[in-house]
């Protein structure tokens, strides 16, 4: 498939490997900001060498036909349902679902609502929500994240990263040529800055809604661990299978919440932490695919 259509917008999607392959080894991968599904290339090639399958689609705000004005339409229900959009299109009632940075949130959130239709979590970079939460009142999480204030902000945002991106590119983070290329002319055309913030500012719309919940959520994490355990694992949490992979050097997600996740895992939990920066789609391809493929095969350690 080369396109689905959900809630009235079309979305594209990289269809590749064995396209008879059956869904337990089919992979879904949510690609960040300010990404494309073009993050996903290297990974997907290899595991594409394994036999199996991988979705990737460009994500509500960054496909072109799916960039809504209202930023109610990018709260996480609504992304999540954009994926629940893509298995039906695809006929596909569960699979090996994978995300990176927002694709990561989304892929925490559409666990935590779907659970039956996925077959194993592979996260990359972004820590469980409720150990991001926890890490924001208790470490310097808080510093870290300081960059989404701005861009709550209408318009400015657009305007500055716009010009930015037009004079600099993404100089300093080391991406591959090919995809910093490919982020680039994606979000320099009209209208994509706009919509690829649109999910931090829906958070704003989801928080008011929904304060109350994830108050209760945090207020029953534990406060503490030692060192030598590590904190206690809620009562509930993540069942499925799970491999969160974290890498020391990121700048924006620190070590207290990615420390905390295995904590909101209560099934078969696996926590990779890597000598590498936030970019582990594209810089840690080689040990970004053979994680996932662990999860898909059964081969995890």
């Known amino acids: 498939m080369e396109t689905f259509n959900h809630d009235g917008m079309t979305f594209r999607v990289r269809d590749g490997g064995p396209s008879d392959a059956p869904e ?3 992979v879904v991968l949510l690609h960040g900001f300010p990404q494309t599904s073009a993050a996903w290339s290297d990974v997907s090639d290899r595991l594409h060498a394994q ?3 991988t979705l990737a ?5 960054i496909a072109p036909s799916a960039r809504p004005a209202r930023r109610e339409e990018y709260r996480i229900d609504r992304l999540v349902s954009d994926v629940v959009g893509l298995l039906d299109a695809a006929g596909l009632d569960a699979v090996h679902l994978v995300g990176h940075d927002w694709g990561g949130a989304i892929a925490w959130a559409f666990v935590r609502r779907h659970p039956d239709r996925v077959r194993s979590l592979t996260v990359l970079s972004t820590p469980h929500p409720g150990a991001m939460a926890w890490a924001m009142r208790h470490s310097t999480q808080g510093l ?3 960059y989404m204030l701005p861009l709550l902000v209408p318009a400015v945002p657009e305007l500055a990263i716009g010009w930015g991106l037009r ?8 991406l591959p040529k090919e995809q910093e290329r490919e982020y680039v002319d994606a979000l320099t055309t009209f209208g994509a800055l706009g919509g690829a913030i649109g999910p931090y500012r829906g958070m704003t719309t989801r928080r008011r809604r929904s304060a109350g919940a994830s108050e209760s959520s945090s207020s029953s994490s534990p406060s503490s661990s030692s060192p030598s355990t590590g904190p206690r694992r809620s009562g509930r949490g993540v069942a499925v299978p799970t491999t969160y992979v974290w890498g020391r050097h990121d700048a924006y997600l620190g070590r207290a919440a990615a420390e905390r996740t295995g904590s909101h895992c209560t099934g078969d939990y696996r926590f990779v932490e890597v000598d590498a920066d936030h970019w582990l789609p594209e810089k840690q391809s080689e040990l970004v695919a053979r994680e996932i493929a662990s999860r898909v095969l059964g081969t995890v350690d």
């Open 51 to 53: 036999g199996l399958r």
């Open 24 to 26: 337990e080894r089919t």
């Open 167 to 174: 004079r600099f590119g993404m100089a300093g983070l080391g």
């Open 144 to 146: 870290k994240s300081w």
């Open 57 to 61: 689609p460009d994500t509500r705000g």
